[in-house]
Every structure is written in C-alpha cells, then in structure tokens.
C-alpha cells in the first residue's frame, strides 16, 4: 500500500473515525450506508486510506493484488481523489476518473479493486465501460519509444471488473497466484499506439497503430476484443507521432 500525504476513510453503516482533520472532503452513498472521506491529519501529512463499518475501529483499506505493478507511476495514488468528482455504484462502489486514470474502492471490502494510470483512457458513450491503453514503462526524459514496442490495449468494464475481483479474491484464500491486471480484457497490439483510441459506438472502438511497416486503424468489438478489421491510415504521420515516446493527444483521422 502506497501512502503520499492525505488520509482517505471510509465509514460504513454508522462507524465513525474521530480524526483532526485539515481540508476535508466527504461523499455519502445514496443509502448513507458508506461514506468516504478525504481528510489529512496534518498539513503535508502521510496520505492513509482506511475504513470502518458497524461500528468497528477504522482499518487500513488495501490495495488488491490485481493492481500490483512493478511500475510504480502505474499506480495512481490516493491524491489526485480531490481533484476529481466520484460517483457510486450499487451504493458500494465509490469510482474515481480523472485524465487517464480510473480508481474503484471497494467500500465493504475495504479494497481498491483498481487504482491505476494509463497511456490513454477513454470512456464509451453508454455505461460503465472504458477502453485504455496500458501505461508504458518508459523513464520521463526518454524521447523516443523503442524500436518494436508493443501496446497493450485494455476494455475495462465496471461489472464484470467487479465480478472478477470477487472471484480472484476467492482464489486467493486457496493460495492460487494472482495475475497483475488479470480482471481486464486485454489484447496486445501489433505495434504502438500512435493516436488516443476513438469509440466508434457502443459496441466497437478503434486503434491507430504503427506497426512498424505503417500505420494502420484496427476496429475491435468491445464485448471479447475481436477483431472486426483494419485499413491503412490515410492522412500521413508526422515523425513525431510515429517515434514519440507518449502517445500524441492529436487523434490522425
């Protein structure tokens, strides 16, 4: 669990955690069973996310083993929580975006089922649904992406991320090994993104990717990430998108 310098609690069915707070912030599901709270013991102080519900002492709310990276600017932290507006989920789930980031806490659980920072991030017309583009392990000051890199392209659907993180949790108390980011469909693209993926509508997105020869636009259904087709990108590339190291925030249409 990474700690940066607020205090994070969430207070279900009635316990409440006496803190000295500076700058609080709080959000109440639509029942008032869960509230989350945002607060930090003392100005630049260690950020904590915890939890109480039923009365019971407030506990240190975990980060599930799904979201575990080896990157540690995959992981998006607690901070950024107050800059951005949530919104629950059947009254339990408390979800986070901002600019290519996307948390969800657990509130009963007292887990974060996803905390994490993408290349891209962008999300469908209708319903719970994201498509992103996993954030790529390259250092701040490098210019360029390496020669046959790779993007993995993930569809993050809200349900069914929940469902998975219930049942991976159910695995663990077996010993069974956890899979970082295994609760998102995933597919590894042929190349590197060189443009933020469009929705195209509810059912269907698409991709611009280099893949090394030239730049091409693939369509995928949502639902199991088939491939639905691909065709040359038309409007030529500069070298900035096709060698950048981030991907370009201008879409090539």
Request: aromatic fraction near 8%; proline fraction near 7%.
């Amino acid at each position: 669990m990474k700690t940066f310098g607020l205090v994070v609690v969430l207070i279900c069915l009635g316990g409440v955690a006496s803190l000295p707070v500076y700058g609080e912030q709080r959000w109440s599901s639509p029942d008032h069973a869960c509230t989350v709270e945002l607060v930090s013991k003392s100005p630049g102080g260690e950020v904590r996310l915890m939890a109480a519900s039923g009365g019971a002492a407030a506990a240190v709310v975990t980060d599930s083993p799904l979201i575990e990276s080896p990157v540690s600017r995959e992981y998006g932290g607690v901070a950024w929580f107050s800059d951005v507006t949530p919104r629950w989920v059947d009254g339990r789930y408390l979800v986070f975006e901002g600019e290519d980031r996307l948390a969800v806490v657990d509130a009963v659980e007292k887990r974060l089922i996803l905390n994490t920072a993408f290349e891209a991030l962008v999300r469908a017309p209708a319903g719970d649904r994201w498509m992103a583009i996993k954030y790529r392990p390259i250092g701040r000051k490098q210019e360029t992406i390496p020669a046959n890199f790779r993007d993995t392209l993930y569809v993050i659907d809200l349900p069914q991320v929940i469902k998975a993180s219930v049942e991976r949790k159910e695995e663990q108390k077996e010993k069974a090994p956890v899979i970082p980011f295994s609760h998102l469909r995933a597919v590894v693209l042929p190349g590197h993104a060189v443009a933020r993926p469009v929705w195209k509508s509810a059912g269907d997105f698409a991709v611009a990717v280099w893949t090394g020869a030239g730049a091409e636009t693939f369509g995928f259904e949502a639902e199991d990430l088939r491939l639905k087709g691909k065709t040359p990108v038309e409007v030529p590339l500069s070298d900035e998108a096709v060698r950048s190291a981030w991907i370009v925030k201008t879409v090539p249409r």
